[in-house]
C-alpha cells in the first residue's frame, strides 16, 4: 500500500526550488492518519508532481498553491476515496477550455505555454495513472480566480479480520 500523505510532502519539498524560483508559495495538508491506496508509486508521485508543478508553472508569480489530501467522507456501503486536491489563485482556466485539458498535446495558450516548457502531456497522463488506478480527475477554475485540481482514488480500506470461530466443546 502507498500512503498518499508522506508522498505528497515529498513532491512538495522536490518542486520547493521551482517554486520559490518563481515566487509561488506551496503549502501542504495532509490528514495525518494514514492515506492509503493500492497501486504504482511512481506512477502516483508522477500524478501528484505533475498537478503542482502545473499549480506553480501556470499560477504565476505571487501566487499559493494549496495541496490537501485526505479521505473524503463517504456514504454506508461506499469505498471511501483519497483525494489530492491542487489549487492555485494563479489566472485560472477559461470553461471552454476545460474538457480538453486531458487531451495528448493540448495547452490553452500555446504561446504563452510554449514559453514554460513542457509538450502538453502532463495532464494526459494524470488520466491515464488514474485510469489504472481506478480513480477519477475533476477541474474547477474560473478565469482570473485560479483552479483546482483534485484527483481520488479509491482508499485500502482495512479488512476487519474475521471473529475466531468460537470453539465448540470437544466431541470425542
Ligand atoms: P507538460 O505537463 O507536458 O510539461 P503542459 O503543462 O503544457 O506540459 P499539461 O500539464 O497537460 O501540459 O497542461 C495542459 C495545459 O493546461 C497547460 O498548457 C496550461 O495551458 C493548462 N493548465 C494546466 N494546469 C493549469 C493551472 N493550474 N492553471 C492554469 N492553466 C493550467
Ligand atoms: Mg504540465
Do not use: M
Not at 492509503?36 to 506512477?43: I, M, P, Q
Not at 499559493?64 to 489530492?84: D, L, Y
Not at 477550455?97 to 502531456?121: I, M, N, W
Amino acid at each position: 500500500p502507498i500512503d498518499v500523505g508522506p508522498l505528497a510532502r515529498q513532491i512538495v519539498v522536490s518542486l520547493t526550488p521551482l517554486a520559490e524560483e518563481r515566487g509561488v508559495a506551496v503549502t501542504l495538508e495532509a490528514d495525518p492518519e494514514p492515506l492509503a491506496v493500492l497501486g504504482d508509486r511512481d506512477e502516483i508521485l508522477r500524478l501528484v508532481e505533475n498537478l503542482v508543478e502545473n499549480a506553480v508553472k501556470y499560477g504565476g508569480e505571487g501566487a499559493h498553491v494549496a495541496v490537501r489530501v485526505a479521505r473524503t467522507p463517504c456514504e454506508e456501503g461506499r469505498t471511501p476515496q483519497i483525494e489530492i486536491a491542487v489549487q492555485d489563485d494563479g489566472p485560472g482556466i477559461a470553461p471552454e477550455h476545460l474538457p480538453r485539458l486531458t487531451e495528448r498535446f493540448y495547452r490553452v495558450d500555446a504561446v504563452s505555454s510554449r514559453q514554460q516548457g513542457g509538450t502538453g502531456l502532463g495532464l494526459a497522463i494524470v488520466k491515464h495513472i488514474l485510469n489504472r488506478h481506478r480513480g477519477r480527475l475533476s477541474v474547477e477554475s474560473e478565469p482570473g480566480r485560479g483552479s483546482t485540481f483534485r484527483a481520488v482514488i479509491p482508499a485500502l480500506v482495512e479488512e476487519t479480520p474475521p471473529a475466531r470461530p468460537v470453539p465448540s466443546p470437544q466431541s470425542a
